[in-house]
């Protein structure tokens, strides 16, 4: 809830094939879909230098980050599991990102009781 348009850090893997602004992300915890946003700004890479500085800093390095529109983050009514979402619509969930189609992120804001 606090990125108000700051980055979204991601520290190994980002998407493939990128978050054009527009695009909607859904947010897990623990195996739960708790959350969603819409992408403000595409996925790009963390400068290099940026990098560094926060490895000399002893602090997180990532790689990629995105900037999310801060009003358009959502917390969802209901958590539904990733296993009840792969059972109901026969999908499976990689690592850290799965690309929807509409249909089946309707059904997912179904599932989380959202209108």
Do not use: C, W
């Not at 946003?37 to 995105?66: I, L």
């Not at 983050?73 to 799965?98: D, S």
């Amino acid at each position: 809830m606090n990125k108000d348009e700051k980055p979204y850090y991601f520290a190994e893997k980002s998407p493939k094939d990128g978050l054009p602004p527009g695009s909607i992300v859904l947010f897990s915890f623990d195996a739960r879909i708790f959350g969603k946003a819409t992408v403000k700004e595409d996925v790009k890479e963390v400068p290099f230098e940026e990098q560094e500085a926060r490895r000399k800093m002893g602090k997180p390095v990532y790689r990629h980050s995105m900037i999310l529109n801060g009003a358009s983050i959502e917390l969802l009514p209901y958590n539904p599991t990733k296993k009840e979402i792969a059972e109901k619509l026969e999908i499976r969930f990689g690592q850290v990102f799965k690309y929807l189609d509409l249909k089946q992120y309707q059904e997912i804001l179904k599932m989380a009781r959202v209108q």
